[in-house]
């Protein structure tokens, strides 16, 4: 299949937002696919009309996206989109700032109690079982007073498997590690694991019962006991709290 050359840059200021925007432009308008290998630099170079440097910082900007990878000694190749860039951004964006982290929890929370509902209406037997061996994993860890964030962030993603809905669960995975990753900036440490491990066992007992109300509930109070946390680090410490 041929394909469609780009158009030669006749824009001069900020060269590199423009060779940015010509490559994403060539990569929407010929439909390439994550993995497809780009034409050589030079042959790029010479279609936008700009030096190989100029070429080469675009693509570096593009890298920091995850629009494109380049491979040593074998290409640039079109990457597939991931939400990494955009957690890595928005956990560094967030820093210190308590408020903005709240607003992230806030999201996330009106987000997962909204559609659970749906997920009473779907979920399987074998979901509920991987639900229940994750919470037991969670007691084992919390019985040692230790925490288990990836368990806790498992659990999430099995509870909207069943919707079959990769963008939620990837909405979930988003507003789940910008708040974990914020834990870099500030002290989320939960003070409670055994408490956190409850919240979770509550919530399974009431999807498996099918009981709407009280798994809207059981989330709600979930999410109150996560900005407790919160509002404890705002109390002992001003990093982030009027940002």
């Known amino acids: 299949m041929a394909l469609k050359t780009m158009k030669p840059l006749t824009r001069a200021p900020l060269l590199h937002v423009s060779v940015q925007e010509s490559l994403r432009a060539y990569i929407a308008d010929n439909g390439l696919a994550p993995g497809t290998l780009l034409p050589a630099e030079g042959e790029l170079a010479s279609q936008l009309g700009v030096s190989r440097n100029s070429l080469r910082e675009g693509i570096k ?33 967030l820093g210190g700032a308590l408020r903005q982290i709240e607003e992230v929890l806030e999201i996330r929370r009106t987000l ?20 229940r061996a994750t919470v037991n994993r969670m007691r084992l860890y919390a019985e040692r007073g230790q925490s288990f964030a990836e368990d806790d962030q498992l659990f999430h993603r099995l ?3 069943c919707q079959n809905n990769e963008t939620l669960v990837r909405l979930i995975d988003v507003f789940w590690l910008a708040f974990y990753k914020a834990s870099d900036f500030v002290n989320l440490d939960n003070v409670d694991p055994m408490a956190t491990w409850r919240d979770h066992e509550a919530i399974v007992d009431a999807v498996e019962a099918k009981n709407l109300e009280d798994a809207r509930m059981r989330l709600d109070r979930h999410y109150a006991g996560i900005s407790r946390v919160i509002a404890n680090n705002k109390t002992s410490s001003n990093v982030g709290g009027t940002q």
């Open 61 to 93: 900007a593009l890298e920091s996206l995850g629009v494109l990878e380049s491979r040593r000694g074998v290409g640039i190749f079109v990457k597939a989109f991931s939400f990494e860039p955009l957690l890595d951004n928005l956990a560094y964006g």
């Open 112 to 131: 997962e109690v909204g559609l659970i509902g749906k997920t009473l209406e779907m979920i399987s037997d074998e979901d509920i079982a991987e639900l």
């Open 159 to 161: 509870l909207f498997r």
